[in-house]
T-cell receptor, first 114, second 114 residues
């Protein structure tokens, strides 16, 4: 069964600290993996997208890694800011699929305290 | 270029009523997808429309329906509302079909059923 599991479910860190969010998936065959940031009451916004051949991608202070062999991805946030407080959602798609075959994690709720 | 817009942003309905939500995709985008987001289930795929035709459908009852117009604008309808339909309904547009195309989400419509 194709699934996406994220951990931790929630995380609290102090401003300026780094953190890493995890995403494990069983989706096969794999096409790509996206990380989204969703602020409270808003729609998700794409941070990174990685295909099978990519193992790291950065977007400012956000760095995503992908290990397609172990089917694991992580999102590392450097020097966190208050504005990083949001839900981070991992989304995996099947190769050759249409949008109906996206698999969503339930997200990690990150809170950054001053 | 304007982003995805959804109207209304907030809605309160009572059980048994019906509701229609509207989504205007990014100009030039032809694919529109709808998602339901609840704290317990996360993001769940409702359906996808492309060229005025429903291309994919998630595991939701027939009370949930939608349509797409020739200008790619889309509407979603929920009939005989139940308390469990309370959720954030997100619309996302992409240039074409296929999981390799980036999806851009709207801000969502917050539906509360009392």
């Amino acid at each position: 069964k194709n699934q996406v599991e994220q951990s931790p479910q929630s995380l609290i860190i102090l401003e300026g600290k780094n953190c890493t969010l995890q995403c494990n998936y069983t989706v096969s065959p794999f096409s790509n993996l996206r990380w989204y940031k969703q602020d409270t009451g808003r729609g998700p916004v794409s941070l990174t997208i990685m295909t099978f051949s990519e193992n790291t991608k950065s977007n400012g202070r956000y760095t995503a890694t992908l290990d397609a062999d172990t089917k694991q991805s992580s999102l590392h946030i450097t020097a966190s800011q208050l504005s990083d407080s949001a839900s981070y959602i991992c989304v995996v798609s099947e190769r050759g699929s249409t949008l109906g075959r996206l698999y969503f994690g339930r997200g990690t709720q990150l809170t950054v305290w001053p | 270029k304007a982003g995805v817009t959804q109207t209304p942003r907030y809605l309160i309905k009572t059980r048994g009523q019906q509701v229609t939500l509207s989504c205007s995709p990014i100009s030039g985008h032809r694919s529109v997808s709808w998602y339901q987001q609840t704290p317990g289930q996360g993001l769940q795929f409702l359906f996808e429309y492309f060229s005025e035709t429903q291309r994919n459908k998630g595991n939701f009852p027939g009370r949930f329906s939608g349509r797409q117009f020739s200008n790619s604008r889309s509407e979603m309808n929920v009939s005989t509302l139940e308390l469990g339909d309370s959720a954030l309904y997100l619309c996302a547009s992409s240039l074409e079909r296929g999981s390799s195309y980036e999806q851009y989400f709207g801000p969502g419509t917050r539906l509360t059923v009392t």
